[in-house]
């Protein structure tokens, strides 16, 4: 029988039982625990592919002319935007993702923070503990049935989004070049054919896009102006995709009522106003 495949854990995983129980007696499974290229040099000469999850922020030029026995990198997750692909393509390095990678859970938190903001849960939290609550704390919440629900990208995540706000009655629009025509037919929503179209008629903007060089800082103080005085704007998607600062002038202004943020531009935060 041949050696088995050596199969390396960058990063995030401190146990592979999962792992193992698939490949079975095909690899063997080694856990780097890694948080930069740096720590996976001397590793990297006799792998036969790697998991990558999100703890390395890059993985480039540098690791992959050492990985010299590497044929696979699969990130572990939706993106492929912490890998060079024309590093990896240039050695013959086949990168693969996680396209179904938490479909429901990343569109029911999109939704949490949709409506924890909408529906002022941290005011209206802070105001009770501090025994002072009063109708006024949340008077200007909107009803959201009919209000307009702006999503950026319509894949699997968005399309799971969709189909929880029209259950709250919402006016469900998207952008998304990718996406086939007649598919917002076949679920009910509307398309839209440019991005300033969705975000100036959008109370709420949902991003669900990935992260590459035509996303990075899709969302800016250009964009940001378009949408509605008073929006809401909700990123699960890439902290990339929104430029960070200019995000903050825009909330600090009232320009926008609230972002919901589950990923920033830059981790950890070193911002204290978010």
Known sequence: MSAPFRVLIADFLDEHEVESAVLGPLAEIHLARAWNELELIDRLPSIDAML???DIPWLGE?????AEKCRAVVRAGVGTNNVDLKAAGDRGILVCNVPDYGTEE???????????????????????????WNFQTVIESPRLRGKTLGLVGCGRIGTAMALRAKAFGLDVAFYDP??????????????VDSLDDLLA??????????????SQHLINARTLAIMPKGSILVNTARGGVVNQDDLLQ??????????GLDVCERESLDDDRL
């Not at 008629?201 to 035509?214: A, K, N, P, R, W």
């Open 52 to 54: 990558l999850y999100h």
């Open 62 to 66: 540098s690791s992959l002319s050492r």
């Open 106 to 132: 990343v569109a029911d938190h999109a939704m949490l923070l949709l409506l924890a903001i909408v529906r002022q849960l941290r005011p209206g939290d802070e105001a009770i503990r501090a025994g002072v």
């Open 178 to 191: 990718h996406v086939p025509p007649g598919y917002d037919k076949a679920i009910g929503i509307r398309r």
């Open 201 to 214: 008629q959008s109370l709420i903007v949902s991003l669900h896009c990935y992260l590459d060089e035509g």
């Open 250 to 259: 825009a909330l600090d202004s009232g320009h926008l009522h609230g972002a």
